[in-house]
């Protein structure tokens, strides 16, 4: 096992040596991806689409903030992308279910692919977390009619209301979709990948984590169903396996990759069978795709998620509380692991070596450092992030999104500090 001490770091770090993804039709060129973060940056299309009445799509600005942070041969996924108007009407959150959306991302993989960079479409249903108001009037939808156990609020007040006007989930809660909206759902999820191929992606990465739909059709805490999409922990995994299966029929299986967050409390998540739940569906997703599948992607246990929990150590069944059991499963049927949460300047360096993960995922360290990758290979100093400035919509799109300076930049400006 390699260790922060004995691996090589900058350039001859194992970071920088190639990954092989999408049933080998891709060959990364490192192993330091980004990963999907929302940003609210879309813009409004000024006019309605046939299938919902407000429209947000990805514009030159987003294409910048895209190729800003894009690498030959590096891996870029994209903030959540919504695959139908019910999915969630968060502002400033682009979907894919219309062309003028698939124009806009068209403009962003463009960007991404003339520097020869490689970038991913998350697509992500937000199910119980949005709200009618925001949602252009859709009811919310979840596994089950299960309200928000925490008087947590919604991050954007309705339309027509000041920030005080901000309204509490739990007051509005879900429906248990149907059998019959089930596989529209599905059928939404396999147009929204088939737009992101015809809008120049290179894949997909379906979002299974973060307490959105498919997370809450995992998590029994969540999840009170009692019929085959429930019940026992085989039920509660068989609609992520139903959308997998119905995005690779249309797109391939080598286009498809997966996220989960096994440990997350995020979003009101709990589950009392942590490790039976992901891990089994972990195993079904190994004996179901093998190696055809692209990557799957996992965000890592946080000591504040642990200390959150409820009883934190019920559902592992002994398990440690990291991804390498899941990981073991998942290298039986040859799938790549890649992994977020845990990583910055220094802890990265190791973690190929010390078989941890084969790509480390950087979220907000990408945000302040578009030359993410060039500062890890040179041993610059990361540039310090704007909490305030992670989301908008806001009037001045470019602040905190498109404005941070690479490491050359700093130093031409003398403001530049190389490590030691």
């Given amino acids: 096992m390699g260790s922060l001490d004995s691996a090589s770091r900058g350039s ?12 080998g039709k891709i060959t990364l060129k490192h192993r330091i991806v ?8 879309g813009i409004l299309l000024p006019q309605e689409c046939k299938l919902s009445p407000k429209v947000w799509i990805a514009d030159e600005l987003v294409a910048k903030y895209y190729s800003q942070r894009a690498t030959d041969g590096g891996l870029i996924v994209t903030e959540s992308i919504l695959p139908s108007p019910e999915a969630g009407g968060m502002p400033g959150v682009p979907g894919l279910w219309c062309e003028e959306q698939i124009q806009g991302w068209k403009v962003v993989t463009e960007a991404v692919h003339a520097k020869k ?111 085959r999409y429930g019940g026992s922990v085989e039920g509660r995994r068989r609609f992520v396996i139903e959308v997998l299966e119905g995005v690779a029929d249309v797109v391939g299986e080598g286009n498809v990759s997966l996220r989960l967050s096994p440990f997350g409390i995020y979003n009101d998540i709990f589950d009392e069978d942590r490790w039976e739940t992901w ?23 946080r000591k504040d998620e ?51 993960s084969d790509g480390v995922v950087f979220a907000r360290w990408f945000v302040s450092n578009p030359d993410l990758v060039e500062r890890l290979r ?26 941070y300076k690479t490491w050359q930049e700093l130093e031409a400006e003398g403001t530049g500090t190389k490590k030691q």
């Fill in 279 to 301: 891990g089994g569906l972990c195993q079904e997703v190994s004996e179901i795709f093998g190696s055809k599948m692209s990557y799957v992607s996992f965000v890592e246990a």
């Fill in 12 to 23: 001859t770090s194992a970071l920088f040596t190639p990954l092989t993804i999408a049933n």
């Fill in 378 to 403: 040179n041993g610059w100093k990361f540039s310090e992030y704007n909490r305030g400035k992670f989301y908008g919509p806001t009037s001045k799109r470019e602040v905190g999104y498109t404005d």
């Fill in 117 to 227: 960079g490689i970038i991913y479409a998350q697509i992500t249903h937000q199910g119980r977390t949005s709200i009618p108001a925001i949602n252009n009037g859709f009811t919310t939808v979840s596994s089950s009619a299960t309200p928000w156990s925490t008087e947590e609020k919604y991050p954007y007040p309705p339309p027509g209301a000041d920030w005080s006007g901000r309204v509490m989930y739990r007051d509005y809660p879900p429906i248990a979709l149907s059998p019959e909206h089930l596989q529209k759902t599905i059928m939404d999820y396999k147009r929204a990948a088939q737009n992101a191929m015809k809008a120049g992606f290179d894949g997909v990465e379906i979002h299974a984590g973060n307490g959105y739909l498919l997370e809450q059709f995992l998590a029994s805490g969540v999840n009170k169903r009692t019929d």
């Fill in 306 to 356: 642990k200390n959150g929990e409820k009883g934190w150590g019920i559902g592992w069944k002994g398990e440690a509380d990291d991804i390498q059991g899941f990981r073991d499963i998942l290298r039986v049927g040859g799938i790549p692991v890649i992994s977020a949460g845990v990583w910055d300047e220094e802890t990265a360096f190791g973690a190929i070596e010390g078989n941890k």
């Fill in 34 to 41: 980004m990963a999907p973060m929302t940003r609210n940056r």
